[in-house]
Each structure stands twice: as structure tokens, then as C-alpha cells.
């Protein structure tokens, strides 16, 4: 039976442990058991239901291994959801490093506590432009 998790920061802490400790029985419990589940990576397809699961699956296997250091962002909270954004800095040993990632978790309460159902990750936007206050891409060829 998967653990119970009286708030979404627990459910939020068992997936980012899941993942550093690659124990893919425990990511999948964190997930809410409804085909409504969904993760939407970078350049990835949407994934909904088993999809999901069946996609962290290989991040499990060899010697593959992530390192994801979380910054919270801002956590809203209404009921029976939660929306956490993050910023995730992702490193795999022996690589060059990352830029940061935005992502977002959306979380559930339900008969079984608290349970992830959207995980989504974007790139983090580039620096702002040359002059203070210009959003990037504004001006182009003005840009560094």
C-alpha cells in the first residue's frame, strides 16, 4: 500500500526522493491512481495515466542518475489543490551542467492524502535583454 501524505509538501519531498534514490515503486505511489495523471517534459509528448509511469521507468535502470536540487518559487493552495512552482537545477554526473528548469506540480487531496497529478517542466527563459526593463526578444539583433 503506498504511503499516505498529509500534504502536498510530503507528497512533493517522496517524489524528488523517489527520483534522487531511483526507487520507481516509490514515484509511482506518489502519483495519484486515475488515468487523469500527466507529465509534460521538454520537447516530450504529453503523457497521461500508465504513460507516465512507464516513462520514468528508464530513468531507474543502468547507471543513469539524476541530481535535482528544488527551489520553491511560490505554492498556492485551495482545497483540495495545490499548485507548486519550482525551479528544478538537473545535474547527471559527469555531464555538463543544466540551465535551471521551471516546473510545476499540481497536487490532489483525496481518500489517500495528498497525490501528484501534473507534473511539467519548461525551460527557464534567457536573461533579459541589454537595456533594463526590455523583455527579451523585443528588439531583436539588439540582444547579446
Not at 45 to 66: C, I, K, N, Y
Not at 89 to 99: D, E, I, K, N, Y
Not at 107 to 129: K, V
Request: proline content about 14%.
Amino acid at each position: 500500500m503506498p504511503e499516505r501524505y498529509a500534504s502536498p509538501q510530503d507528497a512533493e519531498d517522496a517524489f524528488y526522493d523517489a527520483i534522487d534514490e531511483r526507487d520507481a515503486e516509490r514515484l509511482r505511489g506518489v502519483w495519484e491512481d486515475s488515468p487523469d495523471i500527466a507529465c509534460l517534459l521538454p520537447m516530450q509528448p504529453l503523457l497521461h495515466g500508465d504513460q507516465v509511469h512507464e516513462a520514468w521507468t528508464p530513468l531507474f535502470g543502468g547507471d543513469f542518475h539524476l541530481d535535482i536540487q528544488v527551489t520553491h518559487i511560490r505554492w498556492l493552495h485551495a482545497g483540495d489543490l495545490a499548485i507548486h512552482y519550482l525551479e528544478e537545477r538537473v545535474t547527471v554526473p559527469g555531464r555538463p551542467a543544466q540551465p535551471p528548469v521551471l516546473a510545476t506540480n499540481i497536487y490532489r487531496r483525496g481518500a489517500e492524502g495528498w497525490r501528484l497529478i501534473l507534473h511539467q517542466n519548461s525551460p527557464a527563459p534567457p536573461p533579459p535583454g541589454p537595456f533594463p526593463g526590455m523583455p527579451p526578444g523585443l528588439m531583436p539583433g539588439l540582444e547579446g
